[in-house]
Nanobody
Framework: QVQLLESGGGWVQAGGSLRLSCTASGSVFGIAIMAWYRQAPGKQRELVASITTDEITDYADSVKGRFTISRDDAKNTVSLQMNSLKPGDTAVYCC???????????????WGQGAQVTVSS
């Protein structure tokens, strides 16, 4: 029983900033790779950013230099700092994580329910 809950979404004017956070709760024994995805109406879901246990990061070309992903393993949390937001960033943002849910070294893929981010011009 693991839940991923996002927070920090909202409405921002172009050029503004938002910080999304996602916290895993429940039977969490450990977390491997964590990531943020987004999906806008009429578009495919895309990977925005990811971060490994070694804190190696990867970003979509469209957000490089503007977004920063980070993790806090002590709090089972992954965050996404979004700066210089553009209308094209408007989407539902979902966090994803590979979570160890038992004492066994087995990881399961879990998703948050999503946070709406709206950027107006």
């Amino acid at each position: 029983q693991v839940q991923l809950l996002e927070s920090g979404g909202g409405w921002v004017q172009a050029g503004g900033s938002l910080r999304l956070s996602c916290t895993a709760s429940g039977s969490v024994f450990g977390i491997a790779i964590m990531a943020w995805y987004r999906q806008a109406p009429g578009k495919q879901r895309e990977l925005v950013a990811s971060i490994t246990t070694d804190e190696i990061t990867d970003y979509a070309d469209s957000v490089k230099g503007r977004f920063t992903i980070s993790r806090d393993d002590a709090k089972n949390t992954v965050s996404l700092q979004m700066n210089s937001l553009k209308p094209g960033d408007t989407a539902v943002y979902c966090c994803n994580a590979m979570v160890r849910t038992t004492i066994l070294q087995i990881y399961e893929n879990h998703w948050g329910q999503g946070a709406q981010v709206t950027v107006s011009s």
